[in-house]
């Protein structure tokens, strides 16, 4: 036994010397004393060897001696989280990590343009809910009970009240606008809309409208075709022309369609624009005298124009997106494409 406390004292010394200078010198000692092979867990097995009458001294001695490593490994304990957290070697003249942005959705980057170029035309924007009444959506729009569009297979219904739908169209905004609206009205409504579709490359159970909507004295349907041929101009580029085709819609006397020269091959015919050198992108017309009865507007005072687009046609034209399920799908891969059209 004298030998061993020999021992102890002599590691005690080289303990208490113990000055490492990096935690890898601090390891090696972690190892040596307080490893699980370490001489203090080897000194503590001589404690069989020791007569029972002195067992009691010597496991103090032990104890003392177990201390003392442990002290003097906490003592240094700080290089070690230095060297875990890399404070010891951080280069602070790298170039920081980049910060990746999120890319805006090529839906919202076409919404956005259509909205500026209107609102730089003195048109506010305007909004209303999604789940609309049959009033909103369908009746003061002159649209009759029997109209195909007010269908079951078309239409979502919300089931506690037969009234109430996933609004069709952007044109309930109108609506609301008339209705609550002192004159004039120039508004324009982007949001979403729903349809009971089977889900397939071209149609979607819902996607996204501007409508616009202008009422006043005198407005005429020239205001509305220079008001759009402008909206084109600004959106597709100068050498862009629009045409007119008669069209129907029960909310608007006279309607019509509008056509685009095609943007990919400027007018000159591809498969984008099926060879006829056009793309049709929006409805408008002049607003229903009974529209405006409806919504309280004497007809006999007031005119004004309406037109509807969907955002995802245009988007799709404009980027030739061939699939409209790409843009619910969230793919990183499809949305990534869009930054630079920031
Ligand atoms: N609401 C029509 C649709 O969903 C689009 C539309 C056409 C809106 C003509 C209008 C309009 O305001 O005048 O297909």
């Not at 990096?22 to 370490?38: H, M, P, S, V």
């Not at 069209?247 to 000159?268: L, Q």
Request: charged fraction near 25%; proline fraction near 5%; aromatic fraction near 12%.
């Amino acid at each position: 036994m004298e030998q061993i406390v020999q021992q102890i004292e002599a590691y005690k010394q080289e303990i208490s010397a113990f000055e490492p200078k990096n935690a890898d010198e601090l390891e090696q000692y972690r190892i040596k004393f307080l490893g699980t092979k370490g001489i203090v867990k080897a000194i503590f097995g001589e404690m069989k060897q020791v007569p029972n009458e002195r067992k009691k001294e010597f496991g103090q001695i032990l104890n003392a001696f177990k201390q003392l490593a442990e002290e003097r490994y906490e003592t240094f304990a700080h290089l070690k989280d230095a060297a875990a957290s890399g404070t010891n070697d951080i280069d602070y003249t790298l170039p920081a990590e980049p910060h990746r942005l999120g890319t805006r959705h090529p839906i919202s980057i076409v919404r956005n343009k259509i909205i500026r170029i209107f609102e730089r035309l003195g048109f506010t924007i305007a909004e209303g809910p999604e789940i609309e009444d049959d009033w909103h959506n369908f009746t003061a729009l002159n649209l009759p009970e029997n109209h195909p569009a007010r269908d079951m297979t078309d239409t979502f219904y919300i089931n506690q009240n037969p009234d109430w739908l996933l609004r069709t169209h952007t044109s309930s905004v109108q609506v609301r606008a008339m209705e609550n609206s002192k004159m004039p009205i120039r508004i324009i409504c982007p949001g979403r809309v729903y349809r009971n579709e089977t889900i397939s490359a071209r149609a979607h159970c819902f996607f996204h409208q501007v409508e616009g909507l202008y009422i006043a004295e005198n407005v005429s349907f020239a205001d509305l075709k220079q008001t759009l041929y402008h909206f084109v101009k600004e959106m597709f580029g100068e050498n862009s022309e629009v045409r007119f085709r008669p069209s129907y819609f029960p909310f608007t006397e006279p309607s019509a369609e509008m056509d685009v020269t095609c943007f990919i091959c400027g007018g000159k015919g591809c498969s984008v624009c099926k060879h006829t050198g056009w793309v049709e992108i929006l409805g408008c017309g002049m607003v229903h005298p009974e529209v405006l009865r409806n919504c309280g507007i004497d007809p006999e005072k007031y005119t004004g124009f309406a037109f509807g687009m969907g955002i995802e046609r245009i988007t799709m034209l404009k980027y030739q997106i061939k699939d409209l399920r790409l843009f619910s799908e969230n793919d990183q891969r499809f949305l990534k494409q869009f930054e630079t059209a920031l």
